[in-house]
């Protein structure tokens, strides 16, 4: 249990109890807890193969844990019918080349459907919202495009609008910043962060998770092996067991802020993975 400023108990908006997870008849993920308050950004890391993406799904309720449970402000994910999970949690998964035939504004639009009827028509307030969730991450030039003739990069922002309209209390994010320029995805991250809102997020970028994150969730062979802040938890030794790689810190003089380089390691060889983990098993 967090504390607030005055020192009094904030429940967390997401907590996961011994979630474990299969595919195939082969375990992914295994016996994972972690939380995420009202208001912090999350990162979930680890190799390639470490069951990443597949906690984030069920999360959001796109797979089932054979065991365990994930509650969203104290509800168990599986209890909610679709749509009223939709009104908790939005989602925003890596832009895959899969194409909308419609226009931006439509796309971002959709974003509203939890919260209205099958043939409720959009209202003042639907549109209000989407303009703001256009605004928030600079695709407002873009509303009168067609989605498919964007750029990765632009597809990506604009899923990421989408997702703001549907005033999730939690936000679910894979790897945001594919594609992104690295501008972007500062503005991106930062963005996400002044939200005020729940975030989950699985990140590759370490240095990223570093400057961005208040908690991270190391992941591997389908466990966690570390939580907590990630200047803590990221150290040069984990790094090197986890990752394969030599890790680099420094602090900005003017900041404080802890900054991560990477190298590789004399002879090392890439970590082993499972097996069966495979090809968007992450």
Not at 30 to 53: L, R
Not at 151 to 179: F, I, M, W, Y
Not at 246 to 252: G, K, L
């Amino acid at each position: 249990m967090r504390h607030n400023e005055n020192g009094s108990a904030v429940a967390p908006r997401v907590t996961a109890e011994g979630v474990s997870v299969s595919l195939g008849g082969t375990p992914i993920v295994s016996d994972v807890d972690f939380t995420v308050g009202p208001a912090e950004m999350v990162a979930v890391v680890g190799p390639n193969g470490s069951g990443k993406s597949t906690l984030l799904r069920a999360v959001y309720r796109a797979l089932r844990p054979e065991s365990g449970v994930v509650r969203v402000d104290g509800a168990d994910v599986w209890s909610l019918s679709a749509r009223q999970s939709a009104q908790r949690t939005a989602v925003v998964v890596q832009e895959s080349g899969s194409d909308f035939v419609l226009k931006v504004a439509d796309v971002i639009a959709m974003g509203r459907n939890p919260h209205k009827g099958p043939v409720d028509r959009d209202t003042d307030d639907d549109r209000r919202v989407c303009a703001q969730a256009m605004a928030k991450t600079g695709v407002s030039a873009l509303a009168g495009r067609d989605y498919d003739t964007l750029s990765g990069g632009e597809k990506q922002r604009v899923l990421l609008a989408r997702a703001l309209a549907q005033q999730p209390r939690l936000l679910v994010l894979d790897e945001p910043t594919n594609h992104l320029d690295i501008r972007f995805q500062l503005e991106l991250l930062d963005l996400v962060r002044g939200l005020g809102v729940a975030s989950l997020t699985v990140m590759h970028d370490l240095a990223l998770a570093v400057g961005h994150c208040d908690r991270v969730y190391v992941l591997h062979r389908g466990r966690v092996v570390a939580g907590g802040p990630p200047a803590e938890v990221l150290t040069t030794d984990l790094v090197a067991e986890v990752f394969g790689v030599r890790s680099h810190r420094w602090s900005d003089p003017d900041t404080g802020q802890v900054h991560l380089a990477f190298s590789r390691l004399a002879g090392a060889v890439s970590p082993a993975e499972p097996a069966a983990a495979g090809k968007g098993q992450e």
